[in-house]
């Protein structure tokens, strides 16, 4: 035989189930300078490829966590670093290292 249970009025707690608060952890991978230059490349990305939505579908992210970003307003994770690399076709280290003179190699630093 089957028995049918009416559950209280409210829900199992008894009252408003609690909201839950969406912590921001800040990811300390990445140093102050690497942030900035983050944020940087990803406006200077967002001019060569026209529009933040199309950066944002390249780098498979969201619009609004792209120019969170960008923006800081977030801030921007390794794997954030990664993917905007791949869209400008740079390694990471490259993304996030210091400025390279005009006149100098980018990968090992002789003048040319």
Known sequence: M???V????????GGAPARR???SIPCLSLTPIQRKRLRAAL???RT????WSCLAEVMGMSVVAVE?????RENG?????QRAAKAA????????????AADRCPTCGRSG
Do not use: F
């Open 48 to 51: 060569a490829y026209g529009s």
């Open 89 to 100: 076709g740079i390694t990471v280290e490259q993304l996030l290292g210091g400025l390279v």
């Open 77 to 81: 994770s390794p794997a954030t670093a």
């Open 21 to 23: 608060r969406r912590r």
């Open 6 to 13: 009416q559950p209280p009025p409210g829900g199992q707690g």
């Open 68 to 72: 969170a970003i960008a923006n800081g």
């Open 2 to 4: 089957l028995t049918l």
């Open 43 to 45: 406006r200077n990305l």
